[in-house]
Nanobody
Framework: QVQLDESGGGLVQAGGSLRLSCAAS????????MGWFRQAPGKEREFVAAITRSGANTYYADSVQGRFTISRDNAKNTVYLQMNSLKPEDTAVYYC???????????????????WGKGTLVTVSS
């Protein structure tokens, strides 16, 4: 089992920044491709970003490309999501996620995720 614990959400004005953190425990963190998803009210959960086990490769949804940056610190068992130039449409609950398979990020589907955090709310005011 992998336990994931997000933090860093909050209320921010449009154009502002936030950094989310996700602390992992339970298994060897560096063995997992890590990712972030989000779910806005009334919408389906969607892929935001993923980072490979070494951190060498990152992947982003088109809607956040160039504004968000995913990173990880394997020594601290933590993955981060730096969010800049936030927009009201970024308002959502953000979830840290991973799966046992090393290529889950290729589908970008929440249906292949094995482990979820409880989520952290990000609200962007206009």
């Amino acid at each position: 089992q992998v336990q994931l614990d997000e933090s860093g959400g909050g209320l921010v004005q449009a154009g502002g920044s936030l950094r989310l953190s996700c602390a992992a425990s339970g298994r060897t963190f560096s063995n997992y491709v890590m990712g972030w998803f989000r779910q806005a009210p009334g919408k389906e959960r969607e892929f935001v970003a993923a980072i490979t086990r070494s951190g060498a490769n990152t992947y982003y949804a088109d809607s956040v490309q160039g504004r968000f940056t995913i990173s990880r610190d394997n020594a601290k068992n933590t993955v981060y999501l730096q969010m800049n130039s936030l927009k009201p449409e970024d308002t959502a609950v953000y979830y840290c996620a991973t799966a046992s398979g090393s290529s889950w990020y290729l589908s970008r589907s929440p249906n292949v995720i094995d482990y979820w955090g409880k989520g952290t709310l990000v609200t962007v005011s206009s």
